[in-house]
């Protein structure tokens, strides 16, 4: 860190920072909690479980979402190097691959906000429309108050829609 003159900061007893950075190179190998101490693999749907060997498998607290590194196979798939994450950093993270689901709750206000916004809008274009309407009225009575100019003639000039000579009567 020295020699790229970047300073050396700790992230402190927030290992949310750690853990977030492992799920964004991770996240294509996350689980979702599927029953007590069984996951799912996210993207094939294959069972996973964890492995005894892990940190969070004695722990009394099964995350919702997992990060693993790698899957050993015995008698089921067990998972090694297991990390907890949580839902919204793998739908922020791999945004190609997960998302997140709307809830009936948050889709009433979504909907609400939309109408809300919609009668703003709608109120917006009528003050706009009026606002016109005052403009061409402003302008018609100012048409209507110009006098008319008188045109100038000049002597000598012909009227540029006049031909020079009158064609040539072709007859039988």
């Given amino acids: 860190m020295d020699q790229q003159k970047m300073p050396l ?4 007893t927030d290992w ?5 950075c492992i799920c964004s190179a991770y996240f294509f190998q996350a689980a979702r909690l599927k029953g007590i101490g069984e996951y799912v693999n996210c993207r094939n749907g294959m069972p996973c479980h964890l492995h005894p060997t ?3 498998f004695g ?3 099964t995350p919702d979402y997992v ?6 196979m015995t ?3 067990y998972m090694q190097c297991v990390t907890a994450a ?3 950093w793998l739908a922020e993270l791999g945004p190609m691959f997960f998302s997140i689901k709307e809830t009936a709750r948050s889709r009433v206000l979504r909907d609400a906000h939309a109408k809300t916004q919609l009668s703003a809008m709608e109120e917006e274009m009528e003050a706009a429309a009026e606002a016109m309407r005052q403009r061409e009225m402003e302008e018609e009575n100012r048409k209507a108050s110009v006098t008319p100019r008188a045109k100038i003639y000049t002597p000598g000039r012909k009227d540029p829609g ?3 000579r009158t064609p040539a009567r072709i007859g039988i």
Avoid: N
């Fill in 67 to 72: 990060i693993y590194h790698e899957l050993v």
């Fill in 162 to 164: 006049t031909p020079r």
């Fill in 9 to 12: 900061i700790s992230c402190g």
């Fill in 86 to 88: 949580e839902g919204e």
């Fill in 16 to 20: 949310d920072v750690i853990r977030k």
């Fill in 59 to 61: 722990m009394g607290f």
């Fill in 75 to 77: 008698s089921k798939e």
């Fill in 54 to 56: 892990s940190a969070l």
